[in-house]
């Protein structure tokens, strides 16, 4: 080692630095503002006191030797030169180059799935405590080395039952405040560490690493400032989701300033919530390594319900159950399904007092991954029901809340009301009447039509017919889906158009503007729905038809159901293709900025000259929606295949902006929760929309009390649950938020299905809502580790490693980090220093002992 590299390595010891290389550069610096801002200031005021030094030692004291005054003279200019310094406060800025010891950063899984008691077989138990430092022989938990267990542990590590097994976090205490060969420790030796805990949607935590009365420190760089003891305290289960791509989000912005070589994670990596763990993953930009907490398969069945929201009273319905298993190959198992009245008679019965309605009970014998089984369902009653699918549980099973599903549906005997305006017959309005007279949700009650070219005769003698496009509010207003057809501006009414835009933007109508090649949507440029429009429309276009062309899907056509014709892509292309070419469109002048094109023309543009022209367009207006058509030829798709893909497109299309919203009527008084699911212990938010006969705002003036009334019913078995008794009924003061819209907010904390009622002040009777409070969390829906997800994310960069917390000390070995080079600028003060002490005190005692050598005073 030379000369230089010596003093290198010597000056990054006296800053602290590890390992240092280079020195890359010095600049002193003046911080005192009188100096800083004019250091001629110093270098006069050192000139003028070393002359001052000179005068002194040259003129008072001519009788001493001319050597000794000399050396007085420069002591004492020094001197008084140091301390002038002293006082410009000067500093020194050092770049150095060094290796550090790599940072090595921990993540541990704090939430709700990490007290799951993993099923093990006894080889599997046995390996595992041996792993974490504990011993269960004899059915009391020791330490690796026959020590009984820390003391604030000892309560949870008490004698196991030959099946008993602690929780996941449980295992990662034990193996933190292992004594013997503890892995953080071993770590510590060749890392820095720091340690985190992801227990929240946001972000981590950080945990210390040691006690506050001892180092108080987050990251340590030497095994015996960690204290696994404390560090396990701090580890907890509570969380209630897992969102790993948002903590790896969180550290990936503290590594911007950390250096970070390598992260370790901990968890079961049950991701739940959140964005993608593998896009953070890639973002972190480090190598990272994955330990597998928790058992990797496990005994388990979890049921699920597929079945449509709205079923119609004495029609037959297909309920599907779907049954997903692990460990449970070839075994047979008996689902029932079974129907829960919410509210049978309408009257004040609690919720519990019924009794659930058997549909069928199958056997399944269980075969892959999942198995659909298929349950035909006749409603014989109306109303809200909850369909109950349910398996026994299976011996060896960790959780069996997943064993039980339910799903809310409503079975009505009433129908969805569609309005078609329309000038004159067309072949569109034609089968389109066709397909909703035979539609279940529809039929000849619920279709209604105003054509301006019909017969006053056949207005008034046919039901189906309306006399008028601007029908009473109360009328108008209990409609679900409105078609607009091919009209001149002429025949739309001011009412009519105002009374539309109102039914969209207000009460989450449906809206759906078919284009014909006889006036064009340019009709509607200046009347009030040009605004709900998806298309900015051009009232002096007109009709293309100078080529047939063939319509063209957008790629977000594949996220709309009424753009998927059949049973798949390939059937749906089959479809589409049906269609053959289309002979005519109603160009417009571009698509909204809010609306999505679904399908547009293969050659044509907007005015921009870029996009292609729109030909199918969806919006959301307030709180509807809108389609747009330009053109009215999709009754082509009935070409070789009859109504098959007709009705699918026009009855996707109707389900969509019809029971997105309260049907009919009961638009006018809508009852609803901020959610349909809630934990105990959350908040409530209750949203009335409320409005008079004619669907005007209702005020608080125009209420007795200035509130409205309702009640919150409890489930019947919730008496055990938050001191509230169970079945009966809370009283519930709602108070205006703003007209037509009144708010109220409750805590709630039993498990169960709870009802809200409110009563209406136009009709006197009741309209109520349910919402379910769950105890069963999200974190406990699957018993086993995502071995996959784990696997991935130790795939994601090179190097990275996965193993399960059974092999976890073979990771300290795996664990090979490389030192990375760091730039490091140090800011030194001088004037503070004890060398500039030393200095000063050093030049006083010379000068004083030079003057005693010669006798002066």
């Known amino acids: 080692m030379n000369v230089a590299q010596m003093f290198t390595d010597a000056f990054g010891r006296l800053l602290g630095l590890e390992e ?33 030094a000179v005068v002194f030692y040259a003129r008072y004291q001519r009788h001493k030797p001319a050597g000794a005054r000399v050396v007085l003279a420069a002591c004492r200019a020094t001197v008084l030169c140091l301390l002038l310094l002293l006082l410009a406060e000067p500093i020194l800025t050092v770049t150095v180059t060094s290796q550090k010891r790599p940072a090595l950063w921990f993540l541990f899984d704090g939430t709700e799935s990490m007290s799951i008691a993993d099923e093990f077989s006894d080889q599997q138990r046995a390996k595992l405590a041996e792993a974490v430092g504990l011993d269960q022989h004899d059915g009391e938990a020791r330490t690796a080395n026959g ?39 071993r770590l510590a030796a060749k890392y820095r560490l720091r340690a985190f805990l992801f227990d929240q949607l946001d972000g981590v935590r950080t945990l210390e690493l040691a006690p506050p009365g001892e180092a108080s420190r987050t990251d340590a760089e030497d095994g015996d400032e960690i204290d696994g003891d404390y560090l396990a305290e701090q580890l907890t289960a509570d969380g209630e989701v897992t969102a790993l791509g948002e903590a790896l989000d969180d550290l990936a912005r503290r590594h911007a300033t950390a250096n970070l070589a390598g992260l370790v994670i901990f968890s079961d990596f049950d991701q739940n919530s959140g964005q993608p763990a593998l896009a953070a993953a890639s973002r972190l930009g480090t190598t990272i390594y994955t330990v597998g907490v928790g058992a990797a398969a496990a005994v388990d069945i979890a049921v699920s319900i597929q079945s449509p929201l709205i079923l119609k009273k004495s029609e037959r319905a297909t ?243 009424f753009m998927q014709l059949g049973s798949d ?49 969806v919006r959301r207006y307030g709180r509807g929606e809108v389609i747009y058509l330009g053109f009215n030829e999709t009754w082509r798709l009935r070409r070789q295949y009859g109504e098959l893909y007709y009705r699918q497109f026009w009855g996707q299309m109707i389900h969509r902006l019809g029971l997105s919203h309260a049907l009919g009527s009961q638009k006018r008084f809508v009852v609803q929760t901020d959610r349909r699911r809630y934990q105990a212990d959350d908040q409530v938010l209750l949203t009335v929309e409320a409005c008079n006969a004619d669907f005007e705002p209702l005020g ?50 039993a498990a169960g299905e709870h009802r809200v009622r409110v009563r209406d002040p136009i009709t006197g009777k009741p309209v109520e809502t349910t919402f379910k409070v769950t105890s069963v969390a999200v974190e406990r829906q699957n018993a086993v580790r995502n071995v996959a997800l784990q696997q991935q994310i130790a795939d994601v960069h090179a190097g990275g490693r996965s193993c399960g917390l ?8 795996r664990i090979q980090l490389t030192p990375k080079t760091e730039t490091t600028v140090e800011i030194i003060t001088l004037w503070n220093t004890w060398l500039c002490f030393a200095c000063v005190v050093g030049l006083l005692l010379v000068e004083w002992l030079v003057r005693k050598w010669v006798n002066l005073p």
């Open 700 to 749: 608080e003036e125009d209420l007795p009390d200035r509130r409205l009334q309702g009640e919150l019913v409890l489930p019947s078995d919730s008496s055990a649950s938050g001191g509230q008794p169970g079945g009966e009924a809370q009283r519930l003061s709602i108070s205006q938020l703003r007209k037509g819209v009144f708010e109220a907010r409750f805590p709630v904390f």
């Open 147 to 185: 020590e009984p267990a820390a003391s604030d542990t000892e309560a949870l590590l008490a004698p196991l039952s030959p099946r008993a097994s602690l929780g996941r976090i449980d295992y990662l205490k034990a193996l933190l405040q292992r004594s013997d060969g503890n892995l953080l420790q």
């Open 20 to 52: 240092t290389q280079t020195i890359e550069g010095f600049e002193p610096v003046l911080a005192a503002p009188w100096a800083h801002d004019a250091p001629a200031w110093v270098l006069f005021g050192c000139i003028g006191l070393i002359a001052a």
């Open 806 to 813: 059974a092999d976890v000390n073979e990771l300290a070995e």
């Open 569 to 617: 892509e390939r059937e749906s292309r089959k479809a589409w293709d049906n269609l053959g070419l289309l002979p005519w469109y109603q160009p417009v002048e571009r698509l909204h900025p809010l609306a999505t094109a679904l399908a547009e023309h293969p050659t044509r543009t907007c005015v921009d000259g870029k996009t292609r022209q729109p030909l199918i367009a």
């Open 319 to 561: 309920i599907t159950v779907t049954l997903r298993q692990q460990g449970l190959e070839g075994e047979e198992v008996r689902v029932s399904l079974a129907a829960l009245p919410l509210d049978p008679s309408g009257d004040e019965t609690t919720l519990g007092a019924a009794e659930p309605l058997p549909i069928d009970e199958k056997p399944v014998m269980l075969s892959g991954a999942s198995v659909d089984v298929d349950f035909q369902y006749v409603p014989e009653q109306t109303g809200r029901f909850a369909l109950l699918a349910d398996v026994a549980p299976v011996m060896g099973e960790v959780i069996e809340e997943n064993n039980r599903a339910r799903r809310e549906v409503t079975v009505r005997d009433d129908f969805l009301r569609l309005l078609y305006v329309e000038y004159e017959p067309t072949w569109e309005w034609r089968f389109v009447k066709e397909v909703f007279h035979r539609d279940k949700l529809v039929g000849t009650e619920g279709f209604r039509t105003f054509l301006r070219s019909s017969d006053p005769r056949v207005r008034d003698t046919s039901a189906m017919f309306l006399p008028t496009m601007s029908p009473p509010r109360s009328e108008f207003f209990a409609h679900d889906v409105i078609f607009l057809g091919d009209l001149p501006a002429s025949a739309l009414s001011p009412r009519f158009c105002q009374m539309t835009e109102e039914f969209v933007r207000n009460f989450g109508g449906g809206l759906v503007v078919v284009s014909g090649p006889r006036f064009g949507p340019g009709q509607l440029a200046d009347t009030p729905l040009a605004r709900l429009l998806p298309v900015k429309v051009d009232p002096a276009a007109r009709v293309f038809d100078r080529q047939p062309f063939r319509l063209k899907l957008t790629a977000h056509a594949a996220q709309y159901d």
